[in-house]
C-alpha cells in the first residue's frame, strides 16, 4: 500500500542553519505531496504542497520540490530560527478513482533550533 | 480565519464506556476527516466522510466506531466500548475539496483510557 517514510529524528540546528528533513514515498499513480507542522500544544497546520511532478511547493521560507524520479518531497529551509522548532510531518493523499483525500503521514520528525 | 475546532480538548474514560469526540469543520467545507496518533506513533487515518455518508475507513474503524453529522455543523466520532489502546489524541480535519484541498485541522481531543 501507499506510505511514506521520513528521516529519523530529532534533528538538532543553531539558528540560520540549514535545514533538510528527508522525505521519500510509495504510490501507485501520482499522489499529492504536502508538508504539515505541528507546534507544540497545536494540530496539525498545512506547510506547504505540491500536486505534480516538479512542482515546488513553498512558504515560509520552506520548500519542497516533488521529485517523481526519486520518489522524493524533502524539506528545505535556507535559515532556521527559533520558532520553527515543531514536528514536522510529510504526508501524501493518493490519486485515482475513489480516492476520497485521506493523507497517509509518515511518523514525523522533530525539529529543535538552538539559539 | 475559519477554523476547525473540537471538544474536548481532553477526555479520561474508564474502559468500556462511551465516549464522543465532537468537531465543527469550517462551514463551507464538503469533506471530514477523523484521525489519531497514539503517543509516540504516526498520524493515522480513521475514516472519511462526505455527503453525510462513510467515504472510506481505515482497518483501525472497526464496529466499535461511528462518525454522524447530526446538525449540519458538528462532526462527532464515537467509541462505542473504549478499549485501553483507544488512548491517543484524535484529530478531526475537514477540506473544501478532497484531492489537492488542503485539510484543516482541528487542536485534537487528547482520550485517555483507563
Known amino acids: 500500500g501507499d506510505s511514506v517514510t521520513q528521516m529519523e529524528g530529532p534533528v538538532t540546528l543553531s539558528e540560520e542553519a540549514f535545514l533538510t528533513i528527508n522525505c521519500t514515498y510509495t504510490?501507485?499513480?501520482?499522489?499529492?505531496l504536502f508538508w504539515y507542522v505541528q507546534y507544540p500544544g497545536e494540530g496539525l497546520q498545512l506547510l506547504l504542497k505540491?500536486?505534480?511532478?516538479?512542482d515546488k511547493g513553498s512558504n515560509k521560507g520552506f520548500e519542497a520540490t516533488y521529485r517523481k524520479e526519486t520518489t522524493s518531497f524533502h524539506l528545505e529551509k535556507g535559515s532556521v530560527q527559533v520558532s520553527d522548532s515543531a514536528v514536522y510531518f510529510c504526508?501524501?493523499?493518493?490519486?485515482?478513482?475513489?480516492?476520497?483525500?485521506?493523507?497517509?503521514f509518515g511518523q514525523g520528525t522533530t525539529l529543535q533550533v538552538k539559539p | 480565519e475559519p477554523e476547525v475546532t473540537q471538544t474536548p480538548s481532553h477526555q479520561v474514560t474508564q474502559m468500556g464506556q462511551e465516549v464522543i469526540l465532537r468537531c465543527v469543520p469550517i462551514?463551507?467545507?464538503?469533506?471530514f476527516y477523523w484521525y489519531r496518533q497514539i503517543l509516540g506513533q504516526k498520524v493515522e487515518f480513521l475514516v472519511s466522510?462526505?455527503?453525510?455518508?462513510?467515504?472510506?475507513k481505515s482497518e483501525i474503524f472497526d464496529d466499535q466506531f461511528s462518525v454522524e453529522r447530526p446538525d449540519g455543523s458538528n462532526f462527532t466520532l464515537k467509541i462505542r466500548s473504549t478499549k485501553l489502546e483507544d488512548s491517543a489524541m484524535y484529530f478531526c480535519?475537514?477540506?473544501?475539496?478532497?484531492?489537492?484541498?488542503?485539510?484543516?485541522f482541528g487542536p485534537g481531543t487528547r482520550l485517555l483510557v483507563l
Open positions: 480535519a475537514s477540506s473544501s475539496d478532497s484531492l489537492v484541498g488542503t485539510q484543516y
Open positions: 504510490a501507485t499513480g501520482y499522489p499529492s
Open positions: 505540491a500536486t505534480k511532478a516538479d
Open positions: 504526508a501524501l493523499t493518493p490519486r485515482g478513482s475513489g480516492n476520497t483525500g485521506k493523507l497517509i
Open positions: 462551514s463551507n467545507h464538503l469533506y
Open positions: 466522510f462526505y455527503n453525510n455518508e462513510i467515504s472510506e
